[in-house]
């Protein structure tokens, strides 16, 4: 029997059967959308289970990235990373925001902020940093700089979902942060995403732009969307977070295992962990350096080769995107530390039901080069 493909991840599902019984309740009730039961069950479940105080749910991370850029009205130029998904940036031109790409720290990857301050113009009103790969930026300097100049910030967390530091869930940080919940995500919900604020005002705001902008019946006081989650995604997100515990666990056993396979051999090297002190583990990126035999998109190509779809996340760079490329901060030298990162990292498969021997085989196939050559 041929074996099967390995991709990087594979969404997770609970058994069909535990969700049944939450579609019979939507035939029952008839309520498709619109806020229903188990939007407002999620709502408030994802609250305690994150230790926020507010969330609004959105029907993928996109919209709530738009939305969080709507509702804090942000405009003119924003600060953000060119090394991250390219979703990020879209959602600043969506808003007519003209993005402004500073540099990562070599070792999170995450926005670097001692690059920040050179990059503020009197335009500039906010800053939108990702927790790349589920590590917490450094939101303290962050923080910092935003004070200093009058500057919001929203974090792009769509990595980070129950990631906590020290002082609790790094979803408290800045003025807003956003999640993705979309299937190839630590928690999904088929599609999904949210945005998590501080306070009853804005979360109220925010319920609005999501819906049209309608505050009632008849009454409409923004341009808002269409953007709210559906009850059968919803629903699939209160089963969906049961099953976090053993998700988390395994994603855990397979971190460990990665890192310990591959600690010796030589050229290969495991991004770091954060300071975070709860993991997500949502990827596993290596950086393939020039002491191994072959370079990365040999590795890839070898990899593939044998059934392994391992992905060059983040490659190419947003700033390398045509829409993107022509702005005077999309220029490599300006990027030095993003372009390394993006030529050298390659993600290798991590999900709850990658099996050992399928994990094994990555290892085997990644050492297998360093005494092939
Ligand atoms: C997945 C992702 C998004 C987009 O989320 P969707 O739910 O797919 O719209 C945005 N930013 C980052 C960093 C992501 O990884």
Redesign the pocket.
């Known amino acids: 029997m041929a074996e099967e493909n390995i991709y990087v991840t594979q969404p997770y599902l609970p058994p069909l059967e535990e969700f049944i019984p939450y579609m019979e309740q939507i035939w029952a009730n008839k309520v498709l959308t619109n806020c229903g039961p188990f939007h407002q069950q999620l709502e408030q479940a994802l609250c305690e289970y994150l230790g926020v105080p507010h969330i609004a749910l959105f029907t993928?991370?996109?919209l709530a990235?738009i939305t969080a850029l709507q509702a804090l009205r942000v405009t003119g130029e924003v600060i953000t990373t060119p090394y991250?998904?390219v979703?990020?940036a879209h959602a600043l031109l969506w808003q007519n925001c003209k993005p402004v790409f500073v540099d990562v720290e070599p070792r999170t990857l995450n926005l670097d902020p001692a690059k920040i301050e050179a990059a503020i113009t009197p335009q500039t009103t906010a800053i939108l940093p990702?927790h790349c790969y589920g590590n917490p930026c450094d939101t303290e300097a962050i923080q910092k700089i935003a004070d200093n100049y009058n500057l919001r910030v929203i974090y792009?967390a769509?990595?980070a979902f129950g990631v906590e530091d020290a002082g609790g869930s790094i979803l408290r940080h800045g003025d807003l942060s956003v999640l993705?919940?979309?299937a190839t995500?630590v928690f999904n919900t088929f599609?999904g995403?949210a945005i998590i604020c501080h306070d009853a005002k804005t979360k109220q705001r925010i319920d609005h732009l999501k819906n049209f902008g309608f505050v009632n019946e008849t009454t409409v006081v923004a341009p808002g969307i269409n953007a709210k989650m559906s009850e059968i995604n919803a629903a699939f997100g209160l089963l969906q977070l049961q099953h976090m515990p053993h998700v988390l666990q395994r994603r855990a056993e397979i971190d460990a295992q990665y890192r310990k396979q591959l600690a010796n051999v030589p050229g290969i090297t495991c991004l770091p962990k954060g300071h975070q002190t709860v993991a997500n583990h949502s990827y596993f990126p290596i950086l393939v350096g020039p002491d191994y035999p072959l370079g990365r998109d040999a590795l890839y190509e070898k990899l593939k080769a044998h059934g392994i779809y391992a992905r060059r996340y983040f490659y190419p760079l947003i700033a390398d995107f045509p829409m993107y490329r022509g702005l005077p901060s999309a220029t490599r030298a300006n990027l030095g530390h993003a372009c390394y990162a993006s030529d050298q990292v390659l993600c290798l498969p991590i999900y709850p039901k990658l099996e050992i021997h399928a994990q094994e085989k990555i290892i085997n196939t990644i050492k297998d080069a360093t005494w092939e050559c």
Do not use: I, M, P, R
Request: no cysteine; proline share 0%.
């Open positions: 993928n991370g996109t990235l991250s998904f979703a990020t990702v792009d769509a990595h993705s919940f979309h995500k599609e995403g």
